[in-house]
C-alpha cells in the first residue's frame, strides 16, 4: 500500500519502508514538506471526482477578506510566472477588498475564523473553470493555493489544539513565492509546493507565543 501527502505529493511506500503507514508515530511527519499523517491519503483511492462542481455563482458569497486572500495568492502564483501586468492588477484587488474588509472592523479574530472555514471548498470550481479556458497559468496558482490552504488550515488547528507549545523549539518560514508555511527545524532543499530553492523563504521571527 501507498500513501500521498497531499501537500507536496511524497509517496510513502509501505513495501520500501518496511512499515505499515497506520503504525508510524502519530507526530510522525511527511520527510519533504513536514505535514502530519493525516494529510496523507491512500494511493489507490485518488479519485478524481469533477462532477459536482459548484456553479460559478458561489463566488457571490465571498468575503472581502476570503477575496483579499485569494487574489494576493494569484498575485503570487502570477509572480512566478512573470506575468508582472496580472501580479499588479491581482495585488490592486487584494489591497482594494483589504481595504474594504478593515472597514468592516474586520479583526484578528475575524481572520481567526476564515481560516477555520474550510477554503478549500471553493478550489474545485476554480480549477474546472481554469481547465476549461485551458488557463495553464492560473490552474498552477489554483494548484498552489489549494495546497497551502489545506497545509495553513492544518497548521492553524494543531496551533489551536496545541497551543503555544506547538511552535516552541521549532522555527517558522514562509515561502515568499507561494505562501507555503514550514514549521519545524529541518528547512526542505525546495519549496515543496511550489518548487522554489530554500533561500525564496523568509524565517518569521515575531513572538507568536
Ligand atoms: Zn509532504
Ligand atoms: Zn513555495
Do not use: H
Not at 459548484?54 to 483579499?68: G, H, I, K, P
Not at 510566472?81 to 499588479?88: E, F, G, I, L, N
Not at 479583526?107 to 476554480?126: G, Q, R, V
Request: charge should be negative; aromatic fraction near 12%.
Amino acid at each position: 500500500m501507498k500513501y500521498k501527502c497531499t501537500i507536496c505529493g511524497y509517496i510513502y511506500d509501505e513495501d520500501v519502508e518496511k512499515v505499515l503507514f497506520k503504525d508510524l508515530a502519530n507526530d510522525w511527519a511527511c520527510p519533504a514538506c513536514g505535514a502530519p499523517k493525516d494529510l496523507f491519503e491512500p494511493l489507490e483511492e485518488k479519485t478524481v471526482e469533477i462532477n459536482e462542481i459548484e456553479s460559478a455563482n458561489d463566488m457571490e458569497e465571498f468575503s472581502y477578506l476570503e477575496l483579499a486572500a485569494i487574489f494576493s495568492n494569484l498575485a503570487r502564483g502570477s509572480e512566478k510566472q512573470y506575468k508582472t501586468a496580472w501580479q499588479q492588477g491581482f495585488n490592486d484587488l487584494a489591497n482594494y477588498f483589504t481595504n474594504k474588509a478593515e472597514k468592516e472592523n474586520t479583526d484578528n479574530i475575524a481572520l481567526l475564523e476564515l481560516l477555520k472555514e474550510d477554503m478549500t471548498k471553493y478550489y474545485p470550481s476554480l480549477m474546472s473553470e481554469a481547465k476549461d479556458k485551458g488557463d495553464r497559468g492560473i490552474l498552477r496558482a489554483l494548484t498552489w493555493g489549494e495546497k497551502v490552504t489545506n497545509m495553513s488550515k492544518n497548521l492553524l488547528e494543531r496551533y489551536l489544539k496545541e497551543g503555544p507549545s506547538f511552535l516552541e523549539d521549532k522555527k517558522i518560514y514562509v515561502c515568499s513565492i507561494c505562501g507555503f508555511i514550514y514549521v519545524g527545524n529541518n528547512l526542505p532543499n525546495i519549496c515543496p509546493v511550489c518548487k522554489v530553492p530554500s533561500f525564496k523563504f523568509v524565517e518569521i521571527k515575531e513572538d507568536l507565543k
